[in-house]
T-cell receptor
Framework: DTEVTQTPKHLVMGMTNKKSLKCEQH?????MYWYKQKAKKPPELMFV???????INESVPSRFSPECPNSSLLNLHLHALQPEDSALYLC???????????FGPGTRLTVT | GEDVEQSLFLSVREGDSSVINCTYT??????LYWYKQEPGAGLQLLTY?????DMKQDQRLTVLLNKKDKHLSLRIADTQTGDSAIYFC??????????FGKGTMLLVSP
């Protein structure tokens, strides 16, 4: 099973809302990732978790708050977003170290 | 820093072979990957090659790596309309981070 699941598939939120994106994997991967992808662009790394601890934060604004409650789950809490934050948010997971990453289907976020 | 370059667009006819090219700059790259992204979907890992290999074949896919020239290619044999997608080349050199190219849009016409 090489599946990473993400919910919701689509999300529309206002700039004052608080929402969360969820990601789950059951492959025993101890590294999990959040990426942001704008249309016709490659994914941009936002955060990396290793052993449920934040190991990389690519200078992401604090209105994005990641959380890794256990080894299978990864959340991204959203608050006071801007319209330019509208994008496809992708979760990925891998074994620790230099291993292939498996991506989820993404959450299409629209900020109005 | 690391850089990965790809041509942006490729158009082929159904049944032909497609070759998507990629160049990278990081000589310490250990793995190189090809991902496929269909419209509105996530990234699907197609194949990958370790940097000490020259070639890897997996059914219709052939990956060639020229480490001296830092050139990677993906050949898709007997291309089908379902192969139409964006193909991303990516490299990693450890530390669990990937550097992606800008993606090549492959259009397969009947």
């Amino acid at each position: 099973d090489t599946e990473v699941t993400q919910t919701p598939k689509h999300l529309v939120m206002g700039m004052t809302n608080k929402k969360s994106l969820k990601c789950e994997q059951h492959m025993g991967h101890r590294a999990m990732y959040w990426y942001k992808q704008k249309a016709k662009k490659p994914p941009e790394l936002m955060f990396v978790y290793s052993y449920e601890k934040l190991s990389i934060n690519e200078s992401v604004p604090s209105r994005f708050s990641p959380e890794c409650p256990n080894s299978s789950l990864l959340n991204l809490h959203l608050h006071a977003l801007q319209p330019e934050d509208s994008a496809l948010y992708l979760c990925a997971s891998s074994h620790l170290g230099d291993y292939e990453q498996y991506f989820g289907p993404g959450t299409r976020l629209t900020v109005t | 820093g690391e850089d990965v370059e790809q041509s942006l667009f490729l158009s082929v006819r159904e049944g032909d072979s497609s070759v998507i090219n990629c160049t990278y700059t990081d000589s310490s790259s250990t793995y190189l990957y090809w991902y496929k992204q269909e419209p509105g979907a996530g990234l699907q890992l197609l194949t990958y090659i370790f940097s000490n290999m020259d070639m890897k074949q997996d059914q219709r896919l052939t990956v060639l790596l020229n480490k001296k020239d830092k050139h990677l290619s993906l050949r898709i044999a007997d291309t089908q309309t379902g192969d139409s997608a964006i193909y991303f080349c990516a490299e990693s050199s450890g530390y669990s981070t990937l550097t992606f190219g800008k993606g090549t849009m492959l259009l397969v016409s009947p």
